[in-house]
């Protein structure tokens, strides 16, 4: 399987058309791969928190349009980040707002197969608490010989919900991302971590670029089950491709089975 991340740089001046123009060209230069991955929130900007109401949009909104034609065109899977979600039906949470930070999955004709709705929400009393629903739903990529389980950013911290998605069957993890490089140093253990303790593939692909007066850390990377870096990109915008033979995650569980020895 070859898998390509999408570590995207944006700063402040690009319209969401320029933005998504160049995006889904990014996606079209990878055909050829079997999986895509983009950052969380490209479209509405991590930490734009002012722009979110604006560039808001519901999952078959235009950028959704953008990026199912583009997986369709490069024939991949594609994981579109996230987006700022507001849903055309006018749907509010249990706290009465109507944004979600989603992320969309798109089969390779292009159809939109997944959705997840971050679960933990980032920014304490302001940011995604503020103004975002939180998720409560598990949601899986079954694709190119892998059971992925969907996460974003700030749902890293939270080791439960990876144990929640092992328990179900995941053999990887896909964690789209805004992580600041401020906060490097976390983001690189916290992935090797989600790795190792579950025996996982991991591929965590991060914002590069500054925007909202915040630095990305990029250093997106491909972690395999043992803990082992596959690949990992610098600060700058890059597309990380790495080919993984997805046979050997079952065999590095079964030559050394840690999952076997756990004490419910
Ligand atoms: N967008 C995010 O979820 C940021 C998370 C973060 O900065 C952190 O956990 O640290």
């Avoid at 179900?168 to 253990?189: E, H, K, N, Y």
């Amino acid at each position: 399987m070859r898998v390509c991340l999408i570590q995207l740089a944006y700063d402040d001046d690009e319209s969401l058309a320029e933005r998504t123009r160049r995006v889904a060209g990014l996606v079209r230069e990878q055909a050829g791969a079997d999986l895509v991955v983009l950052p969380e929130l490209w479209s509405a900007g991590g930490f734009s928190y002012r722009e979110w109401p604006e560039r808001s949009q519901d999952v078959r909104g235009e950028v959704a349009q953008a990026l199912a034609a583009a997986a369709a065109d490069a024939g991949v899977w594609l994981h579109g980040g996230s987006i700022a979600e507001r849903p055309d039906s006018g749907e509010t949470g249990p706290e009465g707002k109507s944004l979600w930070n989603t992320s969309l999955v798109f089969s390779p004709s292009g159809e939109l197969l997944a959705t997840y709705r971050k679960i933990h929400r980032f920014g304490f009393a302001g940011g995604e608490p503020k103004l975002m629903e939180a998720g409560t739903d598990l949601v899986f990529l079954d694709a190119v010989g892998l059971r992925a389980g969907l996460s974003t950013c700030y749902d890293l911290r939270f080791p439960e919900l990876y144990r929640a998605q092992l328990d179900q069957g995941a053999t990887a993890f896909v964690i789209p991302a805004a992580w600041p490089m401020a906060r490097l140093d976390a983001w690189r253990l916290l992935l090797r971590a989600r790795a190792v303790e579950n025996q996982c593939l991991v591929l965590g692909c991060n914002t590069a670029g500054t925007h909202a007066g915040t630095q990305m850390a990029g250093h997106s990377a491909v972690v395999a089950p043992t803990g082992e870096v596959l690949a990992e990109a610098g600060d700058d915008q890059e597309v990380l491709r790495v080919d993984f033979d997805v046979d050997t995650i079952a065999a590095f569980r079964q030559d050394f089975p840690v999952l076997a020895d756990r004490r419910l």
